[in-house]
Each structure stands twice: as C-alpha cells, then as structure tokens.
C-alpha cells in the first residue's frame, strides 16, 4: 500500500495571489496601528512557530509588533521546519513552559500553515499553559489538502528523511508509528479554556481554505495570500482583538 505522502491528489490552487505578498507588507508598513500599537502594561506572551519550509525569520515582522505593543515573544527555535512532527513538538514544549513560566500565566500560540498544526497539538496536550490559540491558513483538517506545488515538496522531503538525512520528516510519518499520537492529537478537541482561532483565506494559493476550518475553533475569514497572512492588515486586526480578550481575562 502506498503512503498519503505518495498517493494524495492535490487540488489546484490560485497560486498567482501568492503574489500579493510584497503589496501585503508595504501596506502593513504604512498602517500606523502597526507601526506604532498601542503598548499594553499586560501584554500576553506569544510563542511564534513558522510554517513549512520557513524558519523563525519569516515571522520577523509580527515578532517585532508583538514586541512594540508590550508582548514577551519566543520562537520555535526552527530554522527550516521540515523535521518529524513529534520531534518539533517535543522542543517547542520546552519552549513554551520556560515561557509560560517568566509570563506566570498562560501564553498565546500563533501558527502559520504547518506551525499552527504543531501549535495545535501543543494546546491540546499542554492546556494549562496555553490561554488562546490562532492558526493561520493551517490545514488541520487533512495536512496534505495543498496545491501540486507543495505537494512536490512535501514529498521531496520525505523521500530525503527515508534516506536517512537527519531533521527531516520521512513517509513513516504520515501513517507510521513515529507520529501516530501527533496525528491522534491533531484531531482531538481543543480544550474549553483554550480560545482557538482558525483563520483563513479563500484566496489561499497553497492550502485549502476548506482544511482550515478546525470544528473546535472560531473561524475568521480574511482576504489574504497564504504566505502573507503573516504581514496581512486584516489578521494584525484579528490578532489584537485575540490579544486584548486574552489580557482582559487576567487583567479584568
């Protein structure tokens, strides 16, 4: 029998509104509210964890807002997020208690794509340390619903991790015993006291939009590329509104 990693049929992306991005930021940048946010005296922590194939850099721009409006952040410590989910998941655990540790209260997680299905398993397993959760453009539903493109590179990856090159994912991983509670956690329900968010963009060039759609989650709709959610105006409104809700519970 033949792995998902192999056998998946992809559907056809849009993939020319990835090219949005540049137009993204520059307007990003222009926005006051980001340039200068209003600073929060108890701005939550936020552990940051990137998408595949991306490193800690590509979440730069949102770490540095984060940091101008008052918020501790932390990265995944990733710089190319291609390795076996669990392992990731192992790591960023570490990272999220020393975290939630210095903040001495519940942090927020913020995924991009791949990164907000680490981030999710993360909620679920850790829900005392996690007060809310924002999963941009993530395929949780089915991580394999991606255009052809993507496909060709998860693929790629999983034919260099059966070969044996270290740190990244191989087939195994897909069906195997190596992420077998990954995938069972990925599915699971989000806890009651963690306030998850599933964003997502009908424009998406990359995922499936429709994959996006975590039951367990509120669901936001914006119009964004898939690499610019990101630097993307619309979710920099929905990550403050997620953050000031997340403050006010430990504020009142």
Same mark, same amino acid.
């Given at each position: 029998m033949r792995s998902?990693?192999?056998?998946?049929?992809?559907?056809?992306?849009?993939?020319?509104?990835e090219l949005r991005y540049g137009l993204e930021l520059a307007q990003l940048a222009a926005d006051p509210r980001f340039l200068r946010p209003r600073r929060q005296a108890s701005?939550?922590?936020?552990?940051?964890?990137?998408?595949?194939?991306?490193?800690?850099?590509?979440?730069?721009?949102?770490?540095?807002?984060?940091?101008?409006r008052g918020s501790r952040t932390a990265a995944a410590g990733l710089r190319l997020n291609v390795d076996c989910s669990e392992r990731i998941v192992t790591g960023l655990q570490a990272r999220l208690r020393r975290l939630a540790l210095r903040a001495q209260r519940p942090v927020v997680i913020v995924g991009q794509s791949r990164g907000g299905e680490l981030a999710r398993v993360l909620a679920v397993r850790n829900p005392q340390l996690v007060g809310a959760l924002v999963m941009l453009g993530s395929p949780v539903l089915d991580p394999l619903d991606v255009?052809?493109?993507?496909?060709?590179?998860?693929?790629?990856?999983?034919?260099?991790?059966?070969?044996? %090159?270290?740190r990244?994912?191989?087939? !195994?991983?897909? &069906? #195997?015993?190596?992420?077998e509670q990954f995938r069972t *956690?990925?599915? $699971?329900?989000?806890?009651?006291? %963690?306030?998850?968010?599933?964003?997502? !963009?009908?424009? &998406? #060039?990359?995922?499936?939009?429709?994959?996006?759609? *975590?039951?367990? $989650?509120?669901?936001?709709?914006?119009?964004?590329s898939h690499c610019g959610m990101s630097v993307n105006r619309a979710v920099y409104r929905v990550l403050t509104e997620v953050l000031e809700d997340e403050e006010r519970r430990w504020t009142g």
């Open positions: 998902p990693l192999t056998q998946r049929e992809a559907v056809d992306p849009r993939l020319r509104g701005a939550a922590s936020v552990l940051l964890v990137p998408g595949f194939m991306a490193g800690d850099p590509s979440l730069g721009v949102l770490a540095g807002w984060l940091r101008r255009g052809p493109g993507t496909l060709r590179a998860v693929q790629t990856i999983a034919r260099l991790g059966d070969l044996g %090159v270290p990244m994912f191989s087939t !195994s991983c897909g &069906d #195997g015993p190596c992420c *956690d990925l599915a $699971a329900p989000l806890p009651e006291s %963690v306030h998850a968010h599933a964003v997502y !963009s009908k424009t &998406d #060039g990359i995922v499936s939009w429709r994959a996006c759609l *975590d039951p367990y $989650a509120t669901h936001v709709e914006v119009d964004s």
